[in-house]
T-cell receptor, first 111, second 114 residues
Framework: GENVEQHPSTLSVQEGDSAVIKCTYS??????FPWYKQELGKRPQLIIDIRSNVGEKKDQRIAVTLNKTAKHFSLHITETQPEDSAVYFC??????????WGAGTKLIIKP | EPEVTQTPSHQVTQMGQEVILRCVPI?????FYWYRQILGQKVEFLVS????????KSEIFDDQFSVERPDGSNFTLKIRSTKLEDSAMYFC????????????FGPGTRLTVL
């Protein structure tokens, strides 16, 4: 079955700098890759997603890239702000349409 | 914007007791899911549900778990005989389609088993 690995587990960046979180997946049949942001005690909120027929997608300060050959995808946040501090999860949809989640990255934005 | 809702927000129960967690998915969605998140860990898939039956379930979803859509709006997760290790946040999610479609999450129910 699908396995999703996520790195780093914690990422600390200066406010205004960029943050990059990387994920790899194992199932070449996976075709949907969402990113969720979870603030402490809250529900996961979808921030961006990408489908396997697209290599890159951007929404304002957030972008996701997908390399199907290498089976990895990344989240890029530019001009980070304090409200970007949260735990970010990547996920991959396996051949049974289950969302398999990464372990999460705690993003800390330093003022 | 419509949202998935869940009740209760926090459930405390004694080990061995049965609990029912309730979810109201987004009204025109057809696919429903339960996930579990143990404190500080990743979200884990439990089960997916479509057309009044289970589509997929994970290894976690053993015989003590069951799901039901008792009416046109509610989607429930029952844990028959709770164990200490069932303590977690349980999230319900719904989606309009199954393949490559966004799953919208509810606020979660924090289950504490004593």
């Amino acid at each position: 079955g699908e396995n999703v690995e996520q790195h780093p587990s914690t990422l600390s960046v200066q406010e205004g700098d960029s943050a990059v979180i990387k994920c790899t997946y194992s199932d070449s049949a996976s075709n949907y890759f969402p990113w969720y942001k979870q603030e402490l005690g809250k529900r996961p909120q979808l921030i961006i997603d990408i489908r396997s027929n697209v290599g890159e997608k951007k929404d304002q300060r957030i972008a996701v890239t997908l390399n199907k050959t290498a089976k990895h995808f990344s989240l890029h946040i530019t001009e980070t702000q304090p409200e970007d501090s949260a735990v970010y999860f990547c996920a991959g949809s396996d051949s049974n349409y289950q969302l398999i989640w990464g372990a999460g990255t705690k993003l800390i934005i330093k003022p | 914007e419509p949202e998935v809702t869940q009740t209760p927000s926090h459930q405390v129960t004694q080990m061995g007791q049965e609990v029912i967690l309730r979810c109201v998915p987004i009204s025109n969605h057809l696919y429903f899911y339960w996930y579990r998140q143990i404190l500080g860990q990743k979200v884990e898939f439990l089960v997916s549900f479509y057309n009044n039956e289970i589509s997929e379930k994970s290894e976690i979803f053993d015989d003590q778990f069951s799901v039901e859509r008792p009416d046109g709006s509610n989607f429930t997760l029952k844990i028959r005989s709770t164990k200490l290790e069932d303590s977690a946040m349980y999230f319900c999610a719904s989606a309009l389609r199954q393949d490559t479609d966004t799953q919208y999450f509810g606020p979660g129910t924090r289950l504490t088993v004593l």
